[in-house]
């Protein structure tokens, strides 16, 4: 069976929302308080420390 292409994003409403994937992809926090940033400190524009959470999930 094909694999599923990765989500990147969805319609909220009138909002574009990144998934945590595209963050992941994207390399570092953009700074604008993102519902789905998996960096921490969140919100810190450049901040390249993925959270602990995250990682065990992704490693897994």
């Given at each position: 069976?094909?694999?599923?292409?990765?989500?990147?994003?969805?319609?909220?409403?009138?909002y574009w929302?990144?998934?945590e994937a595209?963050?992941?992809?994207?390399?570092?926090?953009c700074g604008?308080?993102?519902?789905?940033?998996?960096?921490?400190?969140?919100?810190?524009?450049?901040?390249?420390?993925?959270?602990?959470?995250?990682?065990?999930?992704?490693?897994?």
């Open positions: 069976m094909p694999e599923q292409p990765e989500i990147l994003g969805y319609w909220d409403g009138p929302v990144f998934t595209h963050h992941l992809r994207r390399g570092s926090c604008n308080r993102c519902r789905h940033c998996p960096f921490e400190p969140k919100a810190l524009k450049g901040c390249v420390k993925v959270r602990k959470d995250v990682t065990e999930r992704t490693e897994a």
